[in-house]
């Protein structure tokens, strides 16, 4: 095999509560994390040497500064690789907007990198690389629903839904994600943490419609961000429940019940200027599937 494509799927954060600051800068979080089948395309193909990564849909750099650079060169140099691999970027989903697109090309470069040169790595091996890329990379190796502790690396997976509907929604302005760590730092002493996503998890994983869905970084982010706010409002005023922000922003998410609504919600968002989608749940992950 010498050429391969793989569905990079995005991710929203059901739940997202910030435990405290780390020694090593970054901060411990408890987090739910959902893919969604609003997907960018990863093109791989096999190259005697180097690393070239193009890009359409997005204006992203090139070089080491994109992490799918980033993830197929840790990988080619973890397996003693000598050749190489040209990367091609379909970009769908919004960049900097909380979705995890960054991190999910990651993973999709690591997993087909393991299939185009043969290498056997287990998903324990790649997700491990990935952590070294990025706190998200993990998930997006693993499967379509989990909780993740530390700064986002550690997973337990949680049992999926049915595929549930949603609007995925970004107002086309990029939020730094360090810059909303940063403010929630300064915040966190006068914040009184919420009981522990486990308190919710029973035997049977968590509910649906996601009624427990919270997100900290609001908190520091809508007030800064009239057009996120703006967004949340026109989701609300459409019927969706709940609505969140996803990560640091700026993309926020709306649960629908049914495709009719999600279609019809997402065409009133885009009239109003913003991107939107209707999205479902994806109850497996597709970067990993061959790994399965």
């Known amino acids: ?20 600051r780390r020694s090593d ?18 093109r791989l193909r096999r190259s005697p040497r180097g690393i070239r990564v193009s890009v359409t849909g997005a204006d992203l750099p090139p070089g080491r ?22 990367i091609h970027l379909e970009k769908r989903i919004p960049v900097a907007a909380g979705l995890g697109g960054g991190s999910s090309n990651a993973a999709a470069v690591l997993a087909g990198l393991n299939r185009l040169y043969e290498l056997r790595f287990s998903r324990e091996r790649l997700q491990a690389c990935g952590a070294r ?28 839904w049915p595929r549930q509907w949603l609007v995925v929604a970004n107002p086309g302005i990029p939020i730094s994600t360090a810059w909303a760590y940063r403010e929630a730092s300064s915040k966190l002493t006068a914040w009184q943490r919420r ?4 308190t919710l998890i029973g035997d049977a994983g968590l ?18 961000r009239a057009e996120v706010r703006a967004l949340k409002a026109a989701l609300l005023e459409g019927g969706a429940f ?24 997402a065409a009133r968002v885009r009239a109003q200027g913003a991107f939107a989608v209707a999205a479902t749940t994806l109850p497996a992950n597709p970067i990993v599937a061959p790994l399965a």
Request: proline share 7%; net charge negative.
């Open 207 to 224: 509910i649906w419609p996601p009624s427990w869905a919270f997100n900290r970084l609001e908190a520091v982010v809508l007030p800064h």
């Open 1 to 20: 095999m010498d050429e391969l494509v793989i569905s990079s799927p995005a991710k929203i954060n059901l739940y997202l509560e910030i435990v405290g």
């Open 195 to 198: 009981s522990s996503i486990q």
């Open 133 to 160: 890329v990025g706190s998200d990379v993990p998930f997006f190796l693993g499967d379509g629903l989990a909780l993740a502790t530390g700064r986002g690396e550690v997973l337990q997976p949680l049992p999926p």
């Open 242 to 265: 709940p609505v969140l922000m996803s990560g640091s922003g700026g993309s926020v998410f709306g649960v629908v019940p049914d495709a009719s609504a999600a279609e019809g919600l």
């Open 65 to 86: 500064g994109n992490l799918a650079c980033k993830a197929a060169g840790l990988l080619l140099t973890t397996a003693g690789i000598c050749g190489g691999v040209q």
């Open 25 to 42: 800068g970054y901060h411990e979080i408890e987090t739910v994390m959902q893919l969604v089948d609003l997907c960018d395309q990863v």
